[in-house]
């Protein structure tokens, strides 16, 4: 009994469905952001491997050269 109570609380069906465009508004901005935010990561990540692949090289190298 108590817990159909809870959950009702949450749940609203608007009658009027443009009450939903907003909400739709929000949720493709949202959605466009979070794609945005994760090429942007992995162009950093992939900038940050470049850079350690070129630092492990030049390791390896003074490596070699002292042995």
């Not at 901005?29 to 492990?56: D, G, H, M």
Request: no cysteine; glycine share 0%.
């Amino acid at each position: 009994m108590l817990s159909s109570f809870v959950l009702n609380l949450f749940l609203y069906f608007p009658e009027d469905k443009t009450e939903y465009i907003p909400a739709a508004i929000w949720m493709a901005i949202f959605f466009v952001l979070t794609i945005l935010t994760f090429r942007l990561i992995k162009k950093v990540s992939k900038k940050e491997e470049l850079k350690t692949k070129a630092i492990e090289e030049e390791v390896m190298k003074r490596n070699r050269e002292t042995e």
